[in-house]
C-alpha cells in the first residue's frame, strides 16, 4: 500500500480559554482581590515554503512583510528535500516534491513530505490555521483532502482554516497526475478500511461534499506566471476569499507596505483572527 505507515496524532481539539475568578476570603475584615482575565492564547499557524525556497525566505514573508506574528504564534518547517534554491543568497534550497523526477519517485517523495508535516503537527500542534506559499500552498491543500489525511490517520482536517499566498494547484505543482493518482491510493487505502468497519458497524446515510470546507483566504499576484494554477486552487474550496496584489510570484515587500497594500495585509491579519472574515 502507498501509505502502509500510518503516522497517528492526537485528534484536533480546541480548548476555549480558562479564566481565573476572585476567590473570596476566609475572613470578613478581608476584601476579595479580582484577578485579571487570562489572555486569549495567539491562535498557532504553521507556515510551509515554496518550492527551492526554505523556511527562513518563509518567515521574511510572514514577519518581515505580513507581520503576521502580531496576530498569531508562526511555527516554521523546512520541506525534507534538498533542492537548488531559486536565489544564491537564500542559503540551501528546500522542496516538497522534486520537479525533473519520475512519477513513480514523486508519489513516494510526496509520501515521505506529508508524513514530516504531519509528524510537526504531533510535536509541535495542534495547529489553528496553516500558511502555504507556491508549492507549500499545494501540499497543505493536499493534506487537507479526506482521502489524504484519513490515510495518514488523521480523522478531519489538521487546520481550521488556511491561508494561500501565490499558491499553486497540486495538479500542477507535483507534475501531471502525480497529485490525482496519489489521492486515488489513499482513497483505495480508505475504502478498503471502511468496508471492514462496515460490516461490523453500519454507518447511518450521510452526503459530502467534495470542495474543501474549512475558510481558505487566497492572496494571488496580477502578474503571476502561475496565477490561472491559483485560480484552479481557489475552485477546491467551499467558499474561497480572494485577495489580489498587483506584481507576479512574491510576496511583494514595498507594494504590502505602503498605501492600499497595507489593507491587503490588514485583510490577511484579520482572517488569521476571525477566519471566514477578511
Not at 523546512?78 to 525533473?100: L, M, Q
Not at 460490516?199 to 503571476?224: C, F, I, N, W, Y
Request: a negative charge; aromatic letters at 8%; hydrophobic letters at 40%.
Amino acid at each position: 500500500m502507498l501509505l502502509s505507515q500510518k503516522v497517528r496524532v492526537p485528534e484536533l481539539l480546541f480548548h476555549p480559554s480558562k479564566f481565573g475568578g476572585s476567590v473570596w476570603p476566609h475572613h470578613a475584615d478581608e476584601y476579595p482581590q479580582t484577578r485579571e482575565p487570562t489572555a486569549m492564547p495567539m491562535p498557532k499557524l504553521l507556515c510551509l515554503h515554496g518550492r527551492r525556497s526554505n523556511a527562513e525566505v518563509t518567515e521574511m514573508q510572514c514577519q518581515g512583510v505580513l507581520e503576521l506574528d502580531k496576530v498569531a504564534a508562526l511555527h516554521y518547517l523546512d520541506a525534507p528535500f534538498e533542492s537548488t534554491a531559486f536565489d544564491k543568497d537564500i542559503g540551501g534550497g528546500r522542496s516538497w516534491v522534486i520537479k525533473d523526477e519520475p512519477p513513480e519517485t514523486k508519489q513516494e517523495t510526496l509520501r515521505q513530505s506529508l508524513i514530516h508535516i504531519v509528524r510537526k503537527i504531533a510535536s509541535d500542534g495542534p495547529f489553528d490555521g496553516v500558511y502555504g506559499f507556491s508549492q507549500g500552498a499545494a501540499i497543505a491543500s493536499l493534506l487537507c483532502e479526506p482521502a489524504v489525511h484519513g490515510a495518514l490517520g488523521l480523522t478531519a482536517p489538521p487546520f481550521r482554516f488556511i491561508l494561500l499566498v501565490c499558491g499553486a494547484d497540486y495538479d500542477k505543482a507535483f507534475g501531471a497526475g502525480v497529485a490525482q493518482e496519489f489521492m486515488g491510493a489513499c482513497a483505495a487505502q480508505e475504502d478498503a478500511a471502511r468496508q471492514l468497519q462496515e460490516v461490523q458497524h453500519p454507518p447511518a446515510a450521510a452526503s459530502r461534499s467534495s470542495l474543501l470546507q474549512l475558510p481558505s483566504l487566497h492572496l494571488m499576484g496580477e502578474k503571476d506566471d502561475i496565477l490561472a494554477s491559483s485560480q484552479e486552487l481557489t475552485q477546491r474550496y467551499a467558499q474561497p476569499q480572494l485577495l489580489f496584489h498587483k506584481s507576479g510570484h512574491a510576496v511583494p515587500a514595498m507594494e504590502l507596505c505602503t498605501g492600499e497594500g497595507v489593507q491587503l495585509t490588514n485583510r490577511l491579519r484579520s482572517f488569521i483572527q476571525k477566519p471566514g472574515y477578511a
